[in-house]
Each structure stands twice: as C-alpha cells, then as structure tokens.
C-alpha cells in the first residue's frame, strides 16, 4: 500500500495521505494542500511512524515550494525555513522528521547557491521529497530480508504498536520483517499487542496483517507476559523512533515492558528501523525526548468511548514513547545487515556514508 504519495497538480502539488485515523473502519485519502493541513495530519496521528513522517514531511516542503508566490530566491529560502519550523514542532521524539528536514533545506540550500530558481528549483526538490520516500521503501524491503533470516521457521512473533507499511513509505521495518518471513514460507503467526492507548495495533498492525493474509491474533497489552510464560512467544520485534548513540532505542509506550519481559524469559527482542533513526548526537535513551500527548486520549479510551473511563479531572499522565536500554536489545536490525553488541561501536561502524 502507499501510505503517502506526492500528487503533482496544475496549481503546484499536493501530498496523499492514508488518514489512519480512520482505520481500520474506513479507507480515506487526505490530501493535503497547504503547510497548516499537513502539521496537523502529523500531529494528530493521520500519519505516524517516525519513517513515514520524514517522508511527509519532506514532500510538504516540496508542496510549499511548488505553492510558493515568493518573488525571489530569498523569500523563498525564507519561506522553506518556516515551514519546516513548523513541520519540526509537529513531533519531538521521531529523529527521522528532523532528518528529512534537514535533507530537504540542505539541497534548497545547494540548488540556491548554484543559482537554480524557478521551475527547475522547484522541480528538483520534489525530486528530493520522492527520493527519500522511495529510498524509505528500498531501507525497508533490505531491513525485512536481513532479519528475515533471524526468524526460525513456525515462529510465534510478538510485536508492539505499528511499524508496518502505515508506518514507513510502504512496506515496514518490524513488520517488514515479518512481511518478509511470512513470503519466505516460514508459516509464523503474530501476536499483536493492541498497544494502548491509542491501539495501534489493534488498528493498525491487524489490519495490516489481515490484508497480507499473515495468521495473527490480538492480545491486550497486559498479556504478554503471560504468553512468554507458556513458551508461547519465540521473539519480540518492534519498531524504533529514535535510537541513542549506544543503542539504547525508544519505542511506543509499553515497548520498554515488552523488553523487560522478553529478557526474564529468554525470549529475543529485536528493533527494526533505517539508519535514520539513530541519533549519533544522543549518548544515551535517557537524552531522547519523550513526548506527552493530550490525556483525553487516556480518558476516552481512544477516541472510541463516548463516556469517560476515568472520574473527571483525575490527573492523567500519556507518555507516547519509553526508551529500552540496549542491554534488552538482542540486535537492531538496519538496512545494512544485523548489528549486535556492543552498540556504540558496532553502530559506529556500520553508519552508512552518506
């Protein structure tokens, strides 16, 4: 599936988006025409997944540029500048927004020095914004062949949250691993932590799965343990927004618990992601910030209660993420092959030169 795409138009272009918001209920594409329409699409969840919010946000800098009415270079340059200000306050925790950011403002930059302006300018930066969706794509597809070899075959897997196609350009780095053992014949099944709560999982992650055909079942996030318990449970694979210099990777809420279980009961715990979710700046999870969302989202159960599950004006406290220390981490899987302990200097190595 595409979970965004750019849309050239006679007015300049737009970016197409799977409101996941609505899912699993309902099919809807957002298109997103201006700067105000795409931030709050990031920051209301109707795009989420750190990769797949790089990609957003690179293309809404390619739709700000191909709207543009500046008279000059400058004006333009300065106008980038703010839009991606304001895209980058949209998600604190996600390294790959800031990332592609970057990306973008540092080529508008190139092509300005270099004396490119107009239509050619213009163009060459949605050339940008598709190639780091498309390279997403590609990030994924390796990520799942090579920890597609991690997984036995007839494996129960567990994973948490989303990191599926919803999540990424289209194809997933925890579930892209799992995609991938699944079209290799390894007959495995999922359990899919709901992932509490805003139930990604169950929203998402199941949905997805049921699309692809891959046997899976939903369990409440509070049910994990007894699974590993039983023996149930072969493997952990999740995915990662951020992850520190020595590993240490920061995930949905409820990930850090999923690996403390995983640990007490020999169970491997794996985390999926491209090597533009590692933040080398960062020495540690504990320096990853952590954003806070709206506790109506505690409240109302998900946007899915009509009546509050809590007495009113309780004081409620929504981490969205929590950081796992490395220690819990048997590998992180990259595009780049398998990296294992220890962390900061294995990571250092394999870092991808670009």
Known sequence: MKTLEWIDTPDGGLVRLIDQTRLPNETVLLDCTDLATLAEAIRMLRIRGAPAIGCAAA?????????????????????????????????????????????????????????????????????????????????????????????PGGANILTHCNAGALATAGYGTALGVIRAAHEAGKRIHVWVDETRPLLQGARLTAWELQQEGIPCTLITDNMAGYLMQQGRVDCAVVGADRIAANGDAANKIGTYSVAVLAHHHGVPFYVAAPFSTVDFGLACGQDIPIEERNPDEVALLAHLATQPACPVGVRIYNPAFDPTPSDLVAAIITEVGVIRPPYRQALAAAAPRE
């Open 59 to 151: 293309q809404g800098i390619a739709m700000v540029a191909s709207r543009s009415k500046a008279e000059d270079g400058a004006a333009l340059l300065a106008e980038l500048g703010r839009a991606r200000d304001v895209l980058a306050a949209t998600r604190p925790t996600a390294v790959n927004l800031f990332w592609a950011l970057d990306r973008m403002m540092a080529k508008a930059e190139e092509l300005a020095k270099s004396g490119v302006a107009g239509k050619e300018f213009v163009r060459a930066l949605i050339d940008e914004a598709v190639a780091i969706t498309e390279d997403d794509l590609d990030r994924c597809r390796r990520i799942g062949k090579h920890g597609a070899e991690l997984i």
